[in-house]
Nanobody, 114 residues
Framework: VQLQACGGGMVQAGGSLRLTCTAS????????MGWYRQAPGKQREMVAL???????QYADSVKDRFLISRDNAKIMVTLQMNRLKPEDTAVYFC?????????WGRGTLVTVSS
């Protein structure tokens, strides 16, 4: 499974950004897809996940601000990030769970200035 992420960049606090991630390769059997992030000096943490059936999970810190969606036909997951805060600054990683194994995409940097 290969994951190609797009989006990210720099935005002022209160602004919005959108991340997308598309899977290719051995895509049969992909269940959960979503995003983790890692801020400087911190551990990687889950941001949002969505199952093949569309069940969503969010970190408490992003609930009501971020929205994850999924297009199963395109094997694509999108993270709409609204009302961004400086503490959202991190490298964001796309993840896909495939038959029990986790596959990671290359990180994309999100920087939120105050």
């Amino acid at each position: 499974v290969q994951l190609q992420a797009c989006g990210g960049g720099m935005v002022q606090a209160g602004g919005s950004l959108r991340l997308t991630c598309t899977a290719s390769g051995s895509i049969f059997g992909i269940n959960d897809m979503g995003w983790y992030r890692q801020a400087p000096g911190k551990q990687r943490e889950m941001v949002a996940l969505v199952s093949f059936a569309g069940i969503q999970q969010y970190a408490d810190s992003v609930k009501d601000r971020f929205l994850i969606s999924r297009d199963n036909a395109k094997i694509m997951v999108t993270l709409q990030m609204n009302r961004l805060k400086p503490e959202d600054t991190a490298v964001y990683f796309c993840i896909a769970q495939h038959l029990g194994d986790g596959f990671w995409g290359r990180g994309t940097l999100v920087t939120v200035s105050s």
